[in-house]
């Protein structure tokens, strides 16, 4: 998995074409705009105070910094790679976390700080277990995590930001991330917040918040070019992760249409997406990931192929080994479906001469 950062320097408005614009009629900008357009934009905008307000905001957003677009390639089915590089934003995080806290913590101190930024489920309790003096760590990290985040949101409206809230902490994170500590008649509220949250022992929900709103506006929009699928053991789970990201664009790549072509009914694309699994050793993925049994198929290759060693067929295997006996079965089961996807291709190309796949 090959992955680039590229984050757009410049204001909203100033990276816009000067293209020229026409209205829906096709006449140039500056020409009356059509009646049934202008019904449109008053469902929405039925006051000149209402299009005024959303004009003055529009005009804004415009002026802010064009958030970091995040650009992925050649996933194939590796998903834990994949699931590191969305929480760590491909390393812009730590860049951030060097740059506020430049000479205020050590390297070791700015390396834990991003590792429970990027995994906070796990580490948090960890953290807790192992310290001494447990409101410290919690003032300490709430402030180090309001901190970042308050520079990885800047880039954003409010409105935006608020609506990633989670339900449960939706107050208090407004609270903390809006409020100015540093004036003399809010700084009361926001020690009282803090001690609150280590009063009724809720930290655990509210670091866990600002990391997940951290990772989340580190990136503002993924760029996935392309295959999921391939030898992976987890395209299943990195497409349940792309359907739930919040600002996605996809480009299909040729081992992706494979599984298209299978999903569509395709009985060659069904045997080649098959066989790739159980080249690799992921049956797992047809089974668990999408509840297709493999018994008939082990069936089918202990009858045909029962006496056969299957040697040239044996599964790549990486990390974890398997008993002889389960890999034999999968050789065996990787040979008849070949077969099978050999002779379905040749039918195909037979007839779809005009396809030119001879």
Request: charged share 25%; aromatic share 6%; proline share 5%.
């Amino acid at each position: 998995m090959s992955a680039i950062i590229h984050t757009q320097t410049g204001t909203q408005s100033g990276t816009q074409s000067d293209t020229q614009t026409y209205s829906k009629s096709g006449d140039r900008a500056g020409a009356p705009p059509d009646e049934a357009y202008l019904r449109l934009l008053s469902r929405h905008y039925p006051t000149i105070r209402d299009a005024s307000g959303e004009i003055v905001q529009l005009s804004a957003t415009l002026e802010l910094p064009k958030g970091t677009e995040h650009f992925i390639t050649d996933l194939h089915g590796e998903y834990e790679p994949f699931e590191h590089v969305l929480r760590s934003g491909s390393g812009s995080i730590k860049r951030r976390i060097d740059e506020t806290f430049r000479d205020e913590l050590s390297e070791q101190e700015k390396q834990n700080l991003a590792t429970l930024i990027y995994y906070p489920e796990k580490k948090i309790r960890l953290r807790l277990q192992n310290t001494t003096d447990r409101a410290a760590w919690i003032r300490k990290t709430l402030d180090h995590l309001i901190r970042i985040c308050r520079e990885t949101t800047s880039k954003y409206q409010r409105d935006r930001v608020r609506n990633a809230f989670p339900a449960g902490e939706a107050a208090i994170l407004e609270e903390l991330l809006i409020v100015q500590e540093h004036l003399p008649n809010r700084k009361h509220l926001y020690r009282r917040l803090v001690d609150s949250i280590i009063e009724i022992h809720h930290e655990e929900p509210v670091i866990t918040a600002l990391c997940r709103l951290i990772q989340r506006f580190s990136i503002a929009r993924l760029h996935v070019v392309g295959d999921v699928y391939d030898r992976g053991p987890g395209p299943h789970i990195i497409m349940d992760k792309l359907i739930d990201h919040h600002s996605v664009d996809f480009q299909w790549g040729n081992h992706d249409i494979v599984w298209m072509g299978a999903a569509a009914g395709s009985d060659a694309c069904i045997c080649n997406a098959v066989r790739v699994s159980l080249r690799y050793a992921h049956m797992e993925i047809l089974e668990n990931g999408y509840g297709i049994p493999m018994l008939p198929l082990a069936s089918l290759a202990m009858e045909l192929y029962g006496d056969d060693p299957c040697e040239r067929f044996y599964p790549k295997l990486s990390g974890s080994e398997r008993p002889e006996s389960e890999r034999l079965l999968m050789a065996r089961m990787h040979k008849a479906i070949t077969i099978m996807q050999m002779k379905l291709e040749g039918q195909l190309i037979l007839r779809r001469p005009e396809f030119r796949m001879e």
